[in-house]
C-alpha cells in the first residue's frame, strides 16, 4: 500500500488520486489504521464503519477507473458527528438515553456526499444534544485534545470532528454550528472550521438544539478545502424549510490561491469580542493584521454594536434555552438525573422561558440582523478571536459546575454573537499559546458570504504556516 502524508488536504489527495498514485482503498486504510493505533487514547469516534468505508472506497475506484468523477470528495474519508443520521446505526446525540434512535434512511448531506463519491469512515463524539461549546461529555467521554499531554478539552459541541481532523484521523469532518459547535473544537484543535448561514446547508436528518440557529458545516485542515467541501454540501433541499432562502453558488473554485487582497476592507471591531480576552490569544490575533496588510487589505479599528446589542438581546442565551428544552423536554422531564448534569442543567432553564420572552428575542432579531448586514456594506471582514480562552484542563472544568459554566461562557462568548446575527464566518489556526495550545483566528462575513470569508482565509494561509503545523501524538498509541 502506498504511504502518504495523513495530514495531506483533501485537494492534494484527489490529486494523487487522479494520477493514479493512490486509490481510495489505500487512502481509506490509511485512515482506518489510524483510527485502530490512536484513536483509544484520543476518542474521537463513537462508532467506526470499517465495512461500509472500504466498500465505499472500492466504488469509488471503479468509478475512477471507468472515468466517472463525481468531485473534489470523490474517494475521500471523512467522519459525521453523531447528530447525523445513517440508515441502521444509532443517532445517539451524545447520550445512551437514544441508543434506540435508529433512522431508517441517511440524513440528506450523507446521503447527497455518498451519491458524490465521498467515503464516510464514523461518527464522532459530541456534546450531549450538542448543547456546550467546551467539548465535554460526562457520560459517553470527553474527546482528548491532541495538543497537550495533560487531557485538554477538545472544544465542543463538535468535539470528536475537531479532534479527528486535528490529530489527522480524517482530512474532513462534519459538524453543527448553534453557538459556536463548529468553530470552538476547530480552534481549539488547530483546523479550519466553516460557519455557513442558516438556509444554505440541509439540516435535515441532522438532530436538532435550535431551529432558529442550527447550522451545520466542515472542519478541515485549511480554507481551501473548506471552500471545496462548502460548494459541495450547498445543495438545494426542497424538503427542509429552512433552505427557502438557499442562494445556488455560481463562480467555480479556483486552483490558485489569492496572495492579493488589494481593495479588501478588514476590520478589527472595538466592540465586545476582544473584553477580557485572553492577552496571548488577542496578541496572536491582532498579529495577524500585518499579514493581511502585507497582502494589501486595509485594516482598520472601529465599532460594531451589533456585536454587543446582539448579547444584549439574548441573554444567558434564552432562544436556543427555549428551543432546546422543547425538542428535548422528553429526555429532559423524564431523565434529567441521567443526564450529564453540564447539560441537563442548562437545558432545563429552557423551561422557564416565557412566551413574551422568547418572542421578544424573535421580533428584535429580524431588525438587528439588518443592522448587521448594513454595517457590511462598508466593511468585507471582521478580524476578531475565535475563541477568548485557549482550551482548559478537563480537569479544571469538572471541577465544579460553576467552573464548567464560566469556561464555557467563555469559549462560547464570541462564537455566538455570529449565530444570533446569522453571520457568515470562517476560524483558521494562527498562532500558539507558550503552552503550545492552539489559537484561532475567526473572520466574520455578511450572511452568504461565504466564498468571500473563504478567499480571505486561504490568502492568510498563503503567507502563514499555522494550519501546516500538526501536534505529536506518537504517545497516543494504544
Excluded at 471523512?78 to 445513517?86: E, G, N, P, S, T
Excluded at 440508515?87 to 435508529?102: C, F, H, I, K, Y
Aim: charge should be negative; include cysteine.
Amino acid at each position: 500500500m502506498t504511504s502518504f502524508d495523513p495530514f495531506s488536504s483533501i485537494i492534494a489527495l484527489g490529486i494523487k488520486l487522479r494520477s493514479g498514485e493512490l486509490s481510495s482503498e489505500d487512502i481509506t486504510r490509511v485512515y482506518l489504521d489510524r483510527i485502530r493505533k490512536y484513536d483509544g487514547a484520543l476518542r474521537a469516534f463513537v462508532e467506526i464503519f470499517e465495512n461500509r468505508a472500504l466498500e465505499e472506497a472500492r466504488e469509488a475506484d471503479a468509478n475512477l477507473n471507468a472515468g466517472i468523477d463525481y468531485g473534489p470528495l470523490h474517494g475521500i474519508p471523512y467522519a459525521i458527528k453523531d447528530l447525523y443520521d445513517v440508515a441502521g446505526v444509532p443517532t445517539r446525540a451524545g447520550t445512551d438515553l437514544l441508543s434506540e434512535n435508529v433512522p431508517k434512511s441517511d440524513a440528506f448531506i450523507v446521503s447527497h456526499l455518498k451519491a458524490l463519491g465521498a467515503v464516510l469512515v464514523g461518527k464522532t463524539h459530541t456534546v450531549q444534544f450538542a448543547y456546550g461549546g467546551v467539548g465535554v461529555n460526562n457520560s459517553l467521554g470527553t474527546p482528548v485534545n491532541p495538543w497537550a499531554e495533560e487531557h485538554h478539552v477538545p472544544g465542543g459541541s463538535s468535539s470528536g470532528s475537531g479532534v479527528a481532523v486535528g490529530a489527522g484521523l480524517v482530512p474532513m469532518a462534519l459538524g453543527s454550528d448553534t453557538g459556536g459547535s463548529v468553530r470552538i473544537p476547530a480552534s481549539f484543535n488547530s483546523v479550519t472550521g466553516l460557519k455557513t448561514t442558516v438556509g444554505q446547508i440541509s439540516r435535515r436528518g441532522v438532530f436538532p438544539l435550535s431551529w432558529t440557529l442550527d447550522s451545520v458545516g466542515p472542519l478541515t485542515r485549511d480554507a481551501a478545502d473548506a471552500e471545496a467541501v462548502y460548494r459541495v454540501m450547498a445543495a438545494k433541499d426542497p424538503e427542509d424549510p429552512s433552505m427557502q432562502v438557499f442562494r445556488p453558488l455560481i463562480e467555480e473554485q479556483s486552483d490558485e490561491s489569492s496572495d492579493c487582497l488589494a481593495g479588501c476592507r478588514l476590520v478589527f471591531p472595538e466592540t465586545v469580542f476582544f473584553e477580557n480576552c485572553d492577552s496571548e490569544v488577542e496578541a496572536s490575533v491582532l498579529e495577524a493584521g500585518n499579514v493581511f496588510s502585507d497582502l494589501g487589505a486595509s485594516i482598520k479599528h472601529g465599532s460594531f454594536d451589533a456585536a454587543n446589542a446582539a448579547l444584549a438581546l439574548n441573554p444567558k442565551g434564552l432562544v436556543i434555552a427555549a428551543e432546546a428544552y422543547y425538542s428535548n423536554r422528553k429526555w429532559v422531564d423524564e431523565y434529567f438525573h441521567e443526564l450529564d448534569p453540564v447539560v441537563s442543567h442548562r437545558i432545563i432553564k429552557g423551561r422557564d422561558v416565557t412566551a413574551i420572552e422568547y418572542l421578544d428575542i424573535q421580533n428584535g432579531l429580524t431588525s438587528l440582523r439588518k443592522q448587521a448586514i448594513d454595517f457590511f456594506d462598508a466593511t468585507d471582514a471582521l478580524l476578531v478571536p475565535t475563541v477568548m480562552i485557549p482550551p482548559a484542563t478537563l480537569a479544571n472544568c469538572q471541577s465544579s459546575v460553576e467552573a464548567y459554566s464560566k469556561i464555557n461562557v467563555s469559549c462560547l462568548r464570541n462564537t455566538a454573537i455570529g449565530n444570533i446575527l446569522n453571520l457568515s464566518a470562517v476560524t483558521v489556526p494562527c498562532g500558539f499559546n507558550a503552552q503550545g495550545l492552539p489559537i484561532g483566528l475567526m473572520i466574520y462575513g455578511r450572511p452568504f458570504d461565504e466564498l468571500k470569508i473563504l478567499n480571505i482565509a486561504r490568502a492568510f494561509q498563503t503567507k502563514t504556516r499555522w494550519h501546516l503545523k500538526r501536534p505529536d501524538i506518537a504517545l497516543r498509541e494504544v
